[in-house]
């Protein structure tokens, strides 16, 4: 199948503050994959995927404008759109035999049999009381790695191995429905024209969700929590905010026609990039003083640099200069901060060392899930069109949003209202990465505005799950339970914290859930 088409943003909302969609595209094809492929070293997720196997191309090359969400009339019953459902426990057994999962294809509101538009997914059953139990959106991160990583490598029925999938003893199903969604359209298995920043995206997720529960209605009414991780920071506010405007709007009277509201609850986010200033101005410190991941002649020769990149990110953050080219000039410049000699570190996990060209020795489950989603059997049992070849990042997908310059916008601010609003937000952070270093996390958090924000200022960080077997540390604001808004560390874990913690992770997003005290 061909690359796919480019749906693209426009001027005329807070440039400060989040995309929106515009009427021209952008077109820095040459620059955008040069700035990207050193934004590749940053972002860890997209690096390992890619190293795992060749970029294939993806998607269906149809151009489609996105139909804005108060103009589309829709109307979300099963007859009105594409979809196809397969069980698939087969593939991916569980502690409980016969736990089911159903995975497949639902068509958004462009698609058409002529110029496709279609989200795959993959949907765990919970064990215990799955018509009730609280519902988990996994997604990836990248942009444009495959959100099908998160369920074989830690928090499904089952776990991959390099011999296949076998039961998974940390699984989050045992008291959760497990959503795992190849997001956006062109990522992974999903298919269809790709759009290139965060907003747009957006929409495509609240479309996606409408209709899924349509198709498993049971559903609807039961707790939502989204979770994802790395450039999951920048997707999950988004989603989060659309989803909440949609639902003020059904309140209103005035939501797309046929829509539900959703029950959004929580947020649960793993060492997230959804600040530009934050991961560029602190990454030095982490690299340089706190650990020696970069020796002292590269700090020498990259800490000049670093007041210059903190001007262009300001000028990209400003409303009135904010466009494609000042927040990509930021981009580019910022990233040179990365190029220094790590002597074989791996940024993802600074205790790991890997020569050049051997990650998949350090992360072979990398290795082995390309092996899977590749295989004529899984794609038979999943559902997948023979012409549709799974890669575990689109680099379109990236360089089309590394051209728009998604990054480069103060996504962290969308956490304000959501907070306001009384949706929980959890960021739990392995503090071995160095590719999005736990304090420049720490650091955004501490300037959001919100009910929350003065308590957890000055909250004490409490070791969990005790100070005699401490794991990491946690900080808590709000009423109660696991907080409204939650800072969690855990010690001995990197950027996959899931796959480097399984069985603390599984603590940790059960106590998260169910609003139950970390210590």
């Known amino acids: 199948m061909s690359s796919g088409t480019v749906k693209s943003a426009s001027k005329g909302r807070d440039a400060s503050l989040l995309p929106a969609p515009s009427l021209a595209p952008v077109n820095h094809a040459t620059s955008a994959r040069r700035r990207g492929w050193r934004t590749v070293g940053a972002f860890g997720l997209v690096l390992l995927f890619g190293l795992a196997q060749y970029y294939a191309t993806r998607g269906a090359a149809r151009h489609s404008h996105i139909s804005s969400l108060e103009t589309q009339h829709s109307i979300y019953e099963p007859s009105s759109f594409y979809h196809s459902v397969s069980r698939a426990e087969s593939i991916c057994p569980g502690v409980v035999p016969g736990t089911p999962s159903h995975a497949g294809y639902i068509g958004l509101s462009d698609d058409s049999d002529e110029a496709p538009q279609r989200s795959f997914f993959w949907y765990f059953e919970a064990e215990e009381d799955a018509e009730n139990a609280p ?78 529960f349509v198709l498993f209605p049971h559903l609807a009414k039961n707790q939502f929590v989204i979770s994802s991780g790395s450039y999951g920071g920048i997707w999950v506010p988004h989603i989060a905010t659309v989803i909440q405007e949609q639902n003020k709007a059904i309140a209103r009277g005035e939501g797309i026609p046929g829509a539900i509201p959703i029950n959004l609850e929580s947020l649960a986010l793993s060492n997230p990039a959804s600040s530009p200033k934050a991961w560029f101005g602190w990454m030095l410190y982490y690299m340089c003083e706190l650990h020696d991941v970069y020796n002292a002649t590269t700090c020498a020769s990259l800490y000049p640099l670093l007041p210059q990149c903190l001007d262009k990110l300001d000028y990209a953050l400003d409303e009135a200069t904010s466009t494609a080219e000042s927040r990509n000039d930021a981009l580019e410049f910022c990233s040179g901060l990365f190029d220094g000699d790590v002597h074989g570190a791996v940024l993802q996990d600074i205790r790991k060392t890997c020569k050049e060209g051997d990650m998949g020795i350090c992360y072979p489950e990398f290795l082995w899930m390309n092996d899977f989603f590749r295989s004529n059997k899984t794609t038979e049992v999943l559902g997948v069109p023979q012409d549709v070849e799974w890669s575990s990042v689109n680099t379109d997908v990236f360089l089309r949003f590394v051209g728009y310059g998604d990054h480069i916008f103060n996504h962290f601010r969308l956490y304000e209202p959501l907070l306001t609003d009384g949706i929980r937000i959890l960021h739990n952070v392995g503090m071995q990465d160095a590719s999005v270093a736990w304090p420049g996390t720490f650091s955004f958090l501490k300037l959001l505005q919100s009910p929350f924000s003065a308590e957890f200022r000055g909250a004490a960080d409490v070791p969990w799950p005790s100070a005699e077997a401490p794991a990491g540390t946690v900080r ?19 950027h996959f914290v899931s796959l480097d913690q399984p069985t603390l992770t599984k603590y940790v997003i059960e106590r998260w859930v169910e609003n139950k005290p970390f210590v």
């Open 135 to 212: 519902v988990i959106l996994t997604i990836g991160g990248g942009p444009g790695t495959s959100g099908l990583a998160n369920p074989v490598l830690g928090l499904s029925h089952c776990v991959l191995t390099k011999n296949g999938t076998v039961p998974n003893p940390n699984r989050w199903t045992e008291k959760f429905n497990l959503l795992a969604l190849d997001y956006p359209v062109g990522v992974g298995y999903s298919y269809g024209p790709i759009v290139n920043n965060s907003r747009d995206a957006a929409y495509e997720a609240y479309d996606f969700l409408q209709k899924f």
């Open 476 to 494: 808590v604001s709000g009423s109660g339970g696991a907080g409204n808004f939650t800072f969690l560390t855990y010690a001995e874990a990197g």
